[in-house]
Nanobody
Framework: QVQLVESGGGLVQAGGSLRLSCAAS????????MGWFRQAPGKEREFVAG????????AYADSVKGRFTISRDNAKNTVYPQMNSLKPADTAVYYCAAGRNRGCCSRNEYQYEYWGQGTQVTVSS
C-alpha cells in the first residue's frame, strides 16, 4: 500500500508560481505512474499532469501545457508539479495519485489506485 501526502498549496496572485510536492511512503514508489488531478468547486475532478515510473515521459492537460512542469525524484519518493503563470482558473484542490497503469499517463482517475488528501491552491486576480 502507498500513502501520499501533498504539500505546497496556498494563496498566490495571478501570474505567480507555486511548487507542490507529493511524498509517498513505501519502497515501491518507482513502480507507480504518478498523476496530478484537480477539482474546483462545483466541477468534476480533472487530470492536470502525469509522469511515468522513470520520469522519462510526461503528459499535461491542454489547459496547463507550457505553464506546468511535472518531475519526480525516485530516491526521495517525491513528485513535484511546478506551476508557473498561474491563473484564477487554476484555483482548485490539487490531488496526487499513484497507479500501476502502463506507460504514461492515463487521464482517467479510475486508473489510479492511491490518492492523497489534497492541497488547496487559490489564485487571486
Amino acid at each position: 500500500q502507498v500513502q501520499l501526502v501533498e504539500s505546497g498549496g496556498g494563496l498566490v496572485q495571478a501570474g505567480g508560481s507555486l511548487r507542490l510536492s507529493c511524498a509517498a511512503s513505501g519502497r515501491t514508489f518507482n513502480t507507480y505512474t504518478m498523476g496530478w488531478f484537480r477539482q474546483a468547486p462545483g466541477k468534476e475532478r480533472e487530470f492536470v499532469a502525469g509522469i511515468s515510473r522513470s520520469g522519462g515521459d510526461t503528459a499535461y492537460a491542454d489547459s496547463v501545457k507550457g505553464r506546468f512542469t511535472i518531475s519526480r525524484d525516485n530516491a526521495k519518493n517525491t513528485v513535484y508539479p511546478q506551476m508557473n503563470s498561474l491563473k484564477p482558473a487554476d484555483t482548485a484542490v490539487y490531488y496526487c495519485a499513484a497507479g500501476r497503469n502502463r506507460g504514461c499517463c492515463s487521464r482517467n482517475e479510475y486508473q489510479y489506485e492511491y490518492w492523497g488528501q489534497g492541497t488547496q491552491v487559490t489564485v487571486s486576480s
